[in-house]
């Protein structure tokens, strides 16, 4: 479960309910709800599957 960092939003999503993609600064999905970017990290288990985990300590690169 993701949370939106905007701190007037804070609205969850479910990494299926969002895109995550490399705008050139790192993994990130926008909030569908209000579109700041969200910075994660992509993780690989040792079967293979990917996940990806919400980072909280980046600074805001990408103000709106
Ligand atoms: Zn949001």
């Not at 926008?30 to 990290?41: I, W």
């Not at 990917?50 to 990408?62: A, R």
């Amino acid at each position: 479960m993701f949370t939106c960092r905007n701190q007037a939003c804070e609205a969850q999503w479910e990494p299926s309910d969002v895109v995550i993609k490399n705008e050139g600064q790192g993994l990130l999905f926008r909030c569908p709800m209000c579109g700041a970017r969200n910075y994660v990290t992509r993780h690989k288990s040792p079967g293979g599957e990917i996940t990806y985990e919400q980072v909280q300590d980046i600074p805001p690169y990408g103000k709106q």
